[in-house]
């Protein structure tokens, strides 16, 4: 069975651009989260879908969006990037809402420049 | 809100010795724990968690951790590392709201 996949692996973007960022969940796996997790620290929460509606969403401003499509599958949105959004953004499912414990894609790397 | 604080920002160790990685959280309400582990440019992979029951939990690769209540710890251990025990390694939290809450990570670098 195929894990979480993301795409892409590594882009790079010139501030004040737009960028999405695409999650495709486990087969069967209802709930979508994203984490941002720049060089040196612990994720940070970002949001999460369930059954295609927000279900929580983390200090994060408002140029950063998200949404949850009809297979399960999500994008990440970022407006008016800045230097400082340039991490790893990584997305997890779950079968349910989480409290099993999530699985996590590879990641994808986002350079500001 | 929940937090986690992992003591230790680097571990070093040779081959073969023991590792204790430690965690402590802080909540107010029931909690899930886990222990994930990333490898150089990979995303995070679950090592054990806990939901409930008993307090000792054994998971991939021969890891292990113990919850304690009473002193809002989570620590992680095994009893003989090997070279690709090498990683970063990350304590999480989440409360009913489902939401992972992650320290800042300790490295663990292992050498022959």
């Known amino acids: 069975d195929a894990g979480v996949t993301q795409s892409p692996t590594h882009l790079i973007k010139t501030r004040g651009q737009h960028v999405t960022l695409r999650c495709s969940p486990i087969?069967?796996?209802?709930?979508v989260s994203w984490y941002q997790q720049v060089l040196g620290q612990g994720p940070q929460f970002i949001f999460q879908?369930?059954?295609?509606?927000?279900?929580g969403r983390g200090n994060f401003p408002d140029r950063f969006s998200a949404r949850q499509f009809p297979n399960y599958s999500s994008e990440l949105n970022v407006n008016a990037l800045l230097l400082g959004d340039s991490a790893l953004y990584l997305c997890?499912?779950?079968?349910?809402?989480?409290?099993?414990?999530?699985?996590f894609g590879s990641g994808t790397r986002l350079t500001v420049v | 809100a929940q937090s986690v604080t992992q003591l230790d920002s680097q571990v070093p160790v040779f081959e073969e010795a023991p590792v204790e990685l430690r965690c402590n959280y802080s909540s107010s309400v029931s909690v899930y724990l886990f222990w994930y582990v990333q490898y150089p440019n990979q995303g995070l992979q679950l090592l054990l968690k806990y939901l409930s029951g008993s307090t000792l939990v054994k998971g991939i690769n021969g890891f292990e951790a113990e919850f304690n209540k009473s002193q809002t710890s989570f620590h992680l251990r095994k009893p003989s590392v090997h070279i690709s025990d090498t990683a970063e390694y990350f304590c999480a939290v989440s409360e009913e709201d489902y939401k992972l809450s992650f320290g800042a990570g300790t490295t663990v670098t292992v050498r022959a």
């Open positions: 087969s069967g796996h209802k709930s």
């Open positions: 997890a499912s779950s079968l349910n809402r989480g409290n099993y414990g999530y699985t």
């Open positions: 879908y369930y059954e295609k509606e927000e279900r």
